[in-house]
């Protein structure tokens, strides 16, 4: 059992119940608008990091990461972009990269808003962390984690904190 933090749109900083929160997790996955190398860097020196830069994300992170991330985790296949969208409403490109690919998980960010969609059509879970940073529209800080056995995704939790009570 591989136990799995995820975030995204931390925008450079980064909650301190984000170590606490991921404490028990094997890795972290990060879809998207970093912010800054500093961060990547933290959350990379507490966990093995797996990240794609955002849109927001300047020249050193895009040379660090990729736009596109697909890789494996226990039986589990998992496909990671910053700008997806969700099922029904995917991003350009993206049905193709599914329909390519075939992950179970789908993985996306930038819209500041979680959300957990199963797309029957493609036999996938989507998964958009929301946003774990201070910056954007968003008025609750969330994040996920959640365990892949075999094939199985489990023990989904969600962290959600009031942006207003967010430390500066």
């Given at each position: 059992?591989?136990k799995?933090?995820?975030l995204?749109?931390t925008h450079?900083w980064?909650?301190?119940?984000?170590?606490?929160?991921?404490?028990?997790?094997n890795l972290?996955?990060?879809a998207?608008?970093?912010g800054?190398?500093?961060?990547?860097?933290q959350?990379?020196?507490?966990k093995?990091?797996?990240?794609v830069?955002?849109?927001?994300?300047?020249?050193?992170?895009?040379?660090?990461?990729?736009?596109?991330?697909?890789?494996?985790?226990e039986?589990?296949?998992?496909?990671?972009t910053?700008?997806?969208?969700?099922?029904?409403h995917?991003?350009?490109?993206?049905s193709d990269l599914i329909?390519q690919?075939?992950?179970?998980?789908?993985v996306s960010?930038h819209?500041?808003?979680?959300k957990?969609i199963?797309?029957?059509k493609?036999?996938?879970?989507?998964?958009?962390p929301?946003?774990a940073g201070?910056n954007?529209?968003?008025?609750?800080?969330?994040?996920?984690?959640f365990?892949?056995?075999?094939?199985?995704?489990?023990?989904?939790?969600i962290l959600?904190i009031?942006r207003?009570q967010?430390?500066?």
């Amino acid at each position: 059992m591989t136990k799995i933090g995820l975030l995204s749109d931390t925008h450079g900083w980064l909650h301190p119940r984000v170590f606490d929160f991921f404490a028990s997790c094997n890795l972290i996955l990060h879809a998207g608008d970093i912010g800054s190398v500093e961060t990547a860097d933290q959350l990379a020196k507490f966990k093995p990091l797996y990240a794609v830069y955002g849109n927001i994300d300047g020249h050193q992170l895009r040379i660090q990461f990729s736009e596109k991330l697909l890789f494996e985790v226990e039986s589990c296949k998992i496909l990671m972009t910053h700008i997806g969208g969700y099922p029904g409403h995917y991003a350009k490109g993206i049905s193709d990269l599914i329909r390519q690919h075939k992950p179970d998980i789908f993985v996306s960010g930038h819209s500041h808003i979680l959300k957990v969609i199963p797309d029957k059509k493609n036999k996938l879970l989507h998964i958009n962390p929301g946003a774990a940073g201070r910056n954007g529209l968003h008025h609750k800080i969330t994040m996920i984690r959640f365990a892949i056995d075999g094939k199985a995704i489990q023990d989904m939790e969600i962290l959600e904190i009031n942006r207003d009570q967010a430390l500066t």
